[in-house]
């Protein structure tokens, strides 16, 4: 090979060797860039951010767990033009941010950044809350009710619900009431309740309520209705008060026993046995009160048609509107206090007001209580069994005075 030759290409073998030594030393000085002004420093993020909703607010909380060196958080929103400062005073364990952050109503973007004394940043964690105000607050409504009725006897008042929408966050309805004590009672039912019962309610005092929202499951403050007032109840003293008169067991032909009254076993004389049915009769087709003795039942003595109720002090008259009977056989309409009515023999001494039930027609007492008081109100009646009756066919009316 000619001297010329072999000099052309160890030039060119050089000149190749000096571009890639070149191109070596360029890609080695890339992470130069990269490094302007010093190495990036991040202080470790807040760990597990809640964002919980409230009335007009967020409220926020998480943890500060690695990096002791945190001093401050900042939580920033509105696409970063609103923004608050909190210091952070961190201890060797796991810290706990809890911030409430004013905001008006609506769906906001938040974003959480932690940082050192010398200012360096974490990366930033993003979260999203909802703040509720005036729009959500007036398309709330209260929980429809049906009947509200008082009844003496148990001293309780039930309301009937109607149905709710859940959706709007109706939790609880809420019912304040003064009970027999004189003391105002504030009860919370679950919304989805279709009965409340008012434990000890004081008759003639009206109540309110008004329903309870929380508008979703991490919302902090609770969101209520204006107040339904001056609901009065429907007071009930006495039950099946009403004619006909409702039957509670019967012989599906004549006999039976009254709904809402006590028999004693004297008044049950009709029946298998004559000792199942009494107090009740289907009278051309009617319910009525019933004593009865004779035409194949055995007499009766002392026989009791009563229910106990409660009374607080006042005046009352209890009248009977229309009464049949036989000329045979003695009945008495008595009040006493407690659970039972006296035989007729203790009438005078054992009863607060009596009055004779002879004849037909209509029959009243009145009476005055001095305290509240348990009281029993019925009949008592001896029926000879030589034919002998006594029907209560008209309202029995309660007043009072």
Request: hydrophobic share 35%; net charge neutral; with cysteine.
């Given at each position: ?13 050089a000149w190749l060797l ?206 209520y209705t204006n107040y ?174």
């Open positions: 090979m000619k001297r010329h030759t072999i000099w052309k290409l160890f030039a060119h073998a000096l571009l890639c030594g070149l191109s070596s030393c360029s890609k080695s000085d890339d992470y130069r860039k990269y490094l302007e002004g010093g190495e990036k420093i991040y202080t470790g993020k807040i760990d597990s951010v809640l964002v919980y909703s409230g009335r007009e607010r967020v409220y926020v909380t998480g943890l500060f767990m690695a990096d002791p060196k945190i001093v401050k958080l900042r939580a920033y929103w509105n696409n970063g033009q609103d923004s608050i400062e909190v210091p952070v005073t961190r201890t060797a364990g796991v810290d706990t941010l809890k911030l409430s952050i004013p905001v008006p109503e609506g769906v906001h973007n938040f974003y959480f950044v932690t940082y050192d004394a010398d200012e360096n940043a974490s990366l930033k964690v993003f979260k999203t809350g909802i703040s509720y105000g005036s729009r959500y607050i007036s398309g709330l409504i209260n929980k429809p009710f049906y009947t509200a009725d008082y009844f003496a006897g148990d001293q309780n008042t039930t309301i009937s619900w109607g149905g709710m929408d859940l959706t709007s966050g109706a939790t609880f309805t809420e019912i304040e009431y003064t009970n027999t004590q004189g003391e105002l009672v504030t009860q919370r039912d679950s919304i989805g309740f279709t009965e409340s019962t008012l434990r000890n309610y004081m008759p003639g005092d009206p109540l309110r309520y008004r329903t309870v929202f929380i508008p979703d499951t991490l919302s902090i403050d609770t969101f339904a007032s001056n609901i009065s109840p429907r007071l009930a003293y006495l039950r099946n008060i009403d004619f006909p008169f409702q039957r509670n067991t019967w012989d599906n032909a004549r006999w039976g026993t009254p709904a809402g009254w006590t028999v004693n076993t004297a008044a049950k004389n009709a029946g298998p046995g004559n000792s199942t049915y009494g107090g009740y009769e289907l009278r051309n087709g009617v319910g009525v009160l019933s004593l009865e003795g004779g035409w194949g039942l055995p007499g009766v003595v002392n026989g009791k048609i009563y229910q106990t109720t409660n009374l607080q002090a006042g005046r009352y008259r209890i009248t009977i509107n229309a009464i049949d009977r036989g000329s045979s056989g003695t009945v008495y309409f008595a009040v006493s206090s407690g659970t039972s009515i006296p035989d007729q023999a203790g009438l005078a001494s054992g009863t607060i007001a009596y009055v004779n039930c002879s004849g037909n027609g209509a029959k009243s007492l009145e009476f005055t209580l001095t305290e509240a008081t348990q009281l029993t109100v019925g009949f008592v009646g001896n029926m000879p069994n030589t034919g002998s009756y006594f029907k209560v066919q008209g309202n029995i009316v309660f007043e009072v005075l």
